[in-house]
């Protein structure tokens, strides 16, 4: 059984990790998608209301689950005894970085290996970061997230606004 873990801020998840998570469950016997929670990055979504948008949008994959975490990446890989971390690449400016951090863990972890995801060419250039700018200046996001993530938004910005 090959248990793969899949990390990231996912504030809040964008199609494009959707396309990651649901790929990555074709390859892999389990796959636990982890939401960092790091509050240096101070996330616009807290941790446990980015893992309920993602429940609510991996519901119909039985073989993908979600939890928050906290700290090392490759500590969180053995607690759910993975042996793959899984990342999404796309273009070269997330290259640097991921390969950076993937050998970084290497040298924490020689038992764990990093396996990228190349982005699907119709999400390449979408990012959380980008999504969030273009809703707050009121635009439309349905085309860059599902439904949960929408909604989440939307109240999130209702919030914001009172
Ligand atoms: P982080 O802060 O760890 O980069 P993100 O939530 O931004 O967290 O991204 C998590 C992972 O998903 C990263 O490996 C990132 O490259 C990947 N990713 C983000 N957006 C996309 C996308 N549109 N297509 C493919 N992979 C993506």
């Known amino acids: 059984m090959v248990i793969a873990v899949y990390p990231g801020s996912f ?22 998608v982890g939401v960092l929670n790091n509050s240096a990055k101070s996330p616009l979504f807290s941790a446990e209301e980015r893992v309920n948008i993602l429940r609510e949008e991996t519901a119909d994959i039985p073989n993908v689950y979600i939890k928050s975490f906290t700290g090392m990446t490759v500590n969180f890989a053995r607690e759910n005894h993975a042996k793959v971390i899984v990342r999404g690449l796309r273009a070269v400016t997330d290259f640097e970085y991921e390969l950076q951090m993937a050998q970084t863990n290497r040298v924490l972890a020689p038992d764990i290996d990093t396996v990228f995801m190349t982005t699907s060419l119709e999400y390449a250039y979408l990012s959380s970061t980008i999504m ?28 914001k606004q009172k």
């Open 132 to 159: 969030k700018e273009v809703a707050l200046f009121g635009g439309d996001i349905s085309r860059f997230a599902p439904p949960a993530t929408l909604r989440a938004v939307k109240e999130k910005l209702a919030c």
């Open 11 to 32: 504030d809040p998840a964008t199609f494009g990790h959707l396309d990651v998570i649901r790929r990555a469950s074709y390859s892999f016997d389990k796959v636990i």
